[in-house]
C-alpha cells in the first residue's frame, strides 16, 4: 500500500504564492507519474501539473506560467510553487501517483485546501 501526504495548503491573498508537498510512503517500487490535481464545489477534478518518470512535465492552461512542479526522487517526494495566485485557484488539492504506465495501481491523496482571497 502506498501513502501520500500532502502539506502546504492555506490562504493566501491574491497574487501571493503558496508551494504544496506530497509525500509518497508504502511500498512503492517504481512511480510512473506524480502531481496535482484540483477540485471545487460541483466540478469535476482537474489537472493542475504532473511530473513523468523521465522528467517531463504537463501543466493544466490556466496554471502554465504561474505554477511550477518538482520532485524529490530520493524522498518520493514531489512538490508545487503556486506564483501569482487568483481566486480562481481557490480549491482542494489533490495528490496522485500512478506507478506504471500499463496496468499501474493509482493513488490520490486526502487533500489540501488553498484559498485565495483577500
Known amino acids: 500500500q502506498v501513502q501520500l501526504v500532502e502539506s502546504g495548503g492555506g490562504l493566501v491573498q491574491p497574487g501571493g504564492s503558496l508551494r504544496l508537498s506530497c509525500a509518497a510512503s508504502g511500498s512503492i517500487l517504481t512511480i510512473y507519474v506524480m502531481g496535482w490535481y484540483r477540485q471545487v464545489p460541483g466540478k469535476q477534478r482537474e489537472l493542475v501539473a504532473v511530473i513523468i518518470s523521465g522528467g517531463s512535465t504537463n501543466y493544466g492552461d490556466s496554471v502554465k506560467g504561474r505554477f511550477t512542479i518538482s520532485r524529490d526522487n530520493a524522498k518520493n517526494t514531489v512538490y508545487l510553487q503556486m506564483n501569482s495566485l487568483k481566486p480562481e485557484d481557490t480549491a482542494v488539492y489533490y495528490c496522485?501517483?500512478?506507478?506504471?504506465?500499463?496496468?499501474?495501481?493509482?493513488?490520490w491523496g486526502q487533500g489540501t485546501q488553498v484559498t485565495v482571497s483577500s
Open positions: 496522485k501517483l500512478v506507478t506504471r504506465v500499463v496496468h499501474g495501481a493509482t493513488y
